[in-house]
């Protein structure tokens, strides 16, 4: 669109208004017809708003307006009665002054001096804070044992899962190395436990038992070794995994049993047979 | 001393601040007509813009001490009443079917829309039938585009003084302007088109 032309159109709200063109753009507007157009219809709409009568206010409007003004002013300007009555939001009382209410029966203790008022409230202080410790030790005693109890059996179970995992891992090995049995020395220990991993038997989160705080993943928390030939594989905690005299094992062929007091010595003396 | 004609907007409101009533009755009567034209456009009915009008120099005076050395007093006065218009609007619950993120998206460019106005033999519809048809086309606009066009073509303001009074861009009023003359253009097309075709027949 040529120079003029945009000029033009810009100019179009001012030509509604009535401004009248002159100079270059009247001598543009003779010679393009897209402009005389735009001027004409400019022009047809400027005369069509102007057809548009303007509401009349009414003649007292300033009167008023003013006396609004005024009267605004003046409701402003006046000072509250002295003797006004502003009304209050009651005073939020604090738990020491509810308790002083509720802990004691009948009706509220009225208490005159601000000195028996203060020792009261001491008082009732202690009495609420001895109550808030008495029931803390209370739920600590009820259920933090039921709490340890619930947390070893989940660990408890969660070690016998690695240890069928690791029996398996052994038979597997086992199966895949006849050899490995009759060497001079069979692998045992980290050795093993390196040679499942690698091996891709077992993975390295299976030697870890969930009961030993701060087990890594390289460690190893099991008692591991080779079945000699013939001997079925047995593969077992570590005493103190799960207490003092707890033990978890697993047979090759029966489930991973927790051994605890008799049943674990007894254990322990058949494996020495 | 009776403030004059001639005395400035900006010279009379410094006198409303010095505590001059006569003043301010002046700067009342001064916009009297202006203001309250405005009001009814965009209203569409006279009491209400009666109250407006009062409560806009309720405004002004309250926020006499405010109000900054050296502004213009016109497009702050159009600026309070747009607000209170505004106000109006909503407690209406109006809805504005064109939100200012939609302008532009009216139509055809303001020169298209004039090259076939141009075209329309409008001068064939009577003076009253022209007005009633400008009036309803001017109605139909939104909110928006009414009062950039009100101030600016009824109100006859700058488009800087409208942009104040709105407190919007120069580049805002100017589109708002340009899609508020195009669209009413358009808006004012068909029904003189078909005014006059009843007219042949």
């Not at chain 1, 006849?178 to 030697?207: H, I, M, N, S």
């Not at chain 1, 928390?221 to 079945?227: A, H, S, W």
């Not at chain 1, 905690?237 to 047979?251: E, K």
Request: proline share 7%; glycine share 6%; net charge negative.
């Amino acid at each position: 669109m040529p120079e003029l032309c945009q000029e033009i159109e810009s100019l179009a709200p001012e030509i509604i208004r009535g401004h009248v063109l002159d100079g270059p753009h009247a001598a543009h507007v003779e010679s393009c017809a897209t402009c005389a157009k735009v001027v004409q219809g400019a022009a047809a709409l400027g005369r069509d708003l102007a057809s548009v009568e303007a509401p009349e206010p009414t003649e007292d409007l300033v009167a008023r307006t003013l006396a609004r003004v005024r009267l605004a002013d003046a409701l402003a300007a006046t000072p509250k009665p002295a003797g006004e009555i502003v009304p209050q939001r009651p005073r939020r009382r604090t738990t020491a002054e509810l308790l002083e209410t509720w802990a004691l029966p009948g009706p509220a203790p009225r208490v005159a001096a601000p000195e028996g008022r203060a020792f009261l409230r001491l008082t009732i202080q202690a009495a609420a804070a001895l109550v808030i410790v008495a029931a803390s030790v209370f739920f600590t005693l009820e259920f933090y044992p039921a709490y340890v109890s619930a947390l070893e059996e989940r660990n408890v179970h969660g070690c016998q899962e690695h240890l069928e995992a690791i029996e398996n891992a052994i038979i597997r090995y086992v199966k895949e190395h006849p050899d490995a049995v009759a060497a001079p020395e069979p692998l045992q220990g980290l050795a093993l436990r390196d040679a499942l991993v690698k091996g891709g038997y077992a993975r390295e989160e299976d030697f870890l038992c969930p009961s030993v705080r701060g087990a890594r993943p390289g460690a190893n928390c099991y008692l591991l070794r080779l079945p000699p030939r013939g001997s079925p594989v047995v593969v077992s905690d570590h005493l103190g995994n799960h207490g003092g005299s707890a033990l978890n094992v697993v047979r090759e062929g029966s489930k991973p049993e927790l051994l605890e007091g008799d049943r674990l010595w007894a254990w322990l003396a058949e494996g020495r047979k | 001393m009776q403030p004059s004609v001639e005395t400035s907007d900006e010279a009379l409101l410094a006198r409303v601040k010095a505590g001059d009533e006569a003043a301010l009755e002046v700067l009342v009567e001064r916009f009297r007509r202006p203001l309250f034209g405005y009001l009814h456009r965009m209203l569409g009915n006279a009491a209400e813009a009666e109250d407006v009008f009062q409560e806009t120099f309720l405004r002004v005076v309250k926020h006499l001490p405010r109000f900054e050395e050296g502004r213009r007093v016109k497009p702050w006065v159009y600026a309070i009443a747009s607000n209170l218009v505004k106000n109006v609007y909503r407690s209406r619950k109006y809805r504005e079917k064109t939100s200012i993120d939609q302008e532009g998206a009216e139509g055809e460019p303001l020169s298209a829309s004039l090259a076939a106005l141009a075209q329309t033999p409008s001068e064939l519809a009577s003076e009253s039938e022209r007005a009633v048809a400008v009036r309803d086309a001017i109605d139909r606009l939104s909110p928006v585009s009414r009062d950039a066009l009100v101030l600016f073509y009824f109100q006859g303001l700058a488009y800087e003084e409208i942009a104040q009074a709105l407190e919007v861009p120069l580049g805002t009023v100017k589109s708002r302007i340009h899609n508020a003359l195009a669209k009413l253009a358009a808006l004012l097309r068909p029904t003189l088109e078909t005014r006059t075709e009843a007219e042949h027949a």
